[in-house]
């Protein structure tokens, strides 16, 4: 019987080559600097197979959503600091991610070195998945590979179009692990399954519901998503962010897990301020309600409770999404209590997305989940049964079964 997987950068040859690696270093900043690296260190095998096998890295990221345009406070530098620091090697950062200076660079790069290219969002044709920007992607190498798996659900051109100009696209190593564990989930996942969805990117998330809702059997949600779905139960929000042009979709989705038997948890009560600054006057509601000139930054605490008791009955659970702004305290608490709540059962637990995992690794609390994902949007996609664009561009690979352990 013949099998297909995907190329691995195992199969490659890379000595002697340069391979454009496209990672995901969207991480989280504080102040200027990295307040979370789990996203570099998983990059660090793949980039540590290609260096030490004799290959020289050209390494691209995006970070933030920076629309097309420099924006000093996004540059990659921190991130290239810190992967020089983890690396032990020195880390070349060059000053753009195309053009004559990268290519230059590009171009000098001996055996075991690397170069950090600036953020690739600074440029409009990367989201549009510019034929001719891939194309001078691809000229900064010989080879490609694919380890930024939270950033393979984007049909972006570091991610699409430049692997239609370098032979035999492969995936990294973080990329294949991503998928395997991440297949089981989607597959096989014993129920009942609890789904606990936050964060800010409403507008992507709430189409990846609709997917969800044949698979789970109860969806958490909380973050700043909340309010576009209490806006569509007709709960009045205050100022709370709402994303107006999702707020049917999100009437939808409440419809169809009625119909469906899933229950769908909206929070109870919140936390909220008239604006998020530390130190400025926040207080409890008592029920779902917000009252104008009032924003809602956090879950409150029967909305918590609520949630852990659904967690404490699950066999399975993913979370992408802080339940509330968790960099700022006291908003941190709604998304400490789903961490320690999820911490405490016996679930296969997966979290996932650069904040979502920041906020389990500043309470510790990482080893008790059963696999920690660097992509947010990019699981959630990715158990939702969609097909993802970085993972469809990678070329395939038929064996005979059952096939060389790798
Ligand atoms: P992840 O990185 O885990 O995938 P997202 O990037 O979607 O998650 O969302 C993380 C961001 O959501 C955080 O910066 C957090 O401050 C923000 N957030 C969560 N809840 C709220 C809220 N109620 N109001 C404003 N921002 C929020
Ligand atoms: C993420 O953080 O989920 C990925 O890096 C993708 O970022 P994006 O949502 O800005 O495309
Ligand atoms: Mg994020």
């Not at 530098?77 to 053009?99: H, I």
């Not at 049909?155 to 696209?169: E, I, M």
């Not at 992509?375 to 097909?387: C, D, H, R």
Request: net charge neutral; proline share 6%; with cysteine.
């Amino acid at each position: 019987m013949m099998t297909t997987r995907k190329r691995s950068v195992r199969d490659l040859q890379v000595k002697g080559k340069r391979v454009f690696v496209r990672v995901d270093f969207n991480v989280p900043l504080s102040h200027g600097a990295v307040s979370d690296d789990t996203r570099i260190r998983s990059s660090l095998p793949t980039l540590k197979l290609i260096l030490e096998a004799g290959g020289s890295a050209v390494i691209a990221s995006h970070l933030g959503r920076p629309k097309g345009k420099p924006a000093p406070e996004l540059s990659l530098k921190p991130a290239g600091e810190r992967l020089a620091a983890l690396l032990g090697r020195k880390v070349l950062v060059a000053p753009d991610c195309v053009g004559a200076a990268a290519e230059e660079l590009a171009g000098r790069l001996g055996p075991g070195e690397a170069l950090l290219l600036e953020n690739l969002r600074f440029h409009p044709e990367e989201e549009k998945n510019d034929a001719e920007f891939g194309r001078s992607l691809a000229r900064l190498a010989d080879l490609y590979v694919n380890d930024a798996f939270g950033a393979a659900h984007r049909a972006h051109a570091s991610v699409v179009a430049v692997t239609r100009h370098l032979p035999d696209p492969a995936a990294g190593l973080l990329m294949q692990s991503e998928v395997q564990a991440l297949t089981r989930l989607r597959d096989h996942p014993e129920k009942p399954y609890v789904a606990v969805l936050g964060g800010a990117k409403a507008s992507d998330k709430i189409d990846l519901i609709h997917n969800l809702l044949t698979r789970v059997d109860a969806i958490l949600i909380g973050g700043a998503m909340a309010y576009t779905f209490l806006k569509a139960r007709g709960v009045p929000v205050g100022t709370s962010k709402i994303e107006t042009d999702r707020v049917e979709g999100a009437a939808d989705i409440i419809s169809r897990a009625m119909n469906t038997g899933v229950r769908l948890h909206l929070p109870v009560d919140h936390v909220v301020a008239q604006s998020p600054e530390p130190g400025r006057p926040h207080r409890l509601t008592d029920t779902a309600h917000i009252d104008d000139g009032w924003c809602g930054f956090d879950i409150g605490p029967r909305s918590r409770e609520a949630y852990a008791e659904e967690v404490r009955a699950a066999a399975t659970i993913f979370w992408n999404g802080p339940l509330g702004m968790c960099e700022v305290e006291p908003y941190d608490a709604g998304t400490s209590a789903m961490a320690r709540a999820i911490a405490s059962t016996r679930a296969f637990s997966v979290v996932g997305g650069g904040d979502s995992v920041a906020a389990v690794n500043r309470l510790g609390l990482a080893s008790r989940f059963s696999h920690i994902s660097t992509g947010g949007g990019a699981s959630l996609e990715f158990l939702s049964g969609v097909e993802l664009p970085g993972l469809l561009a990678l070329s395939d690979v038929t064996e005979s079964a059952p096939g060389r352990a790798r």
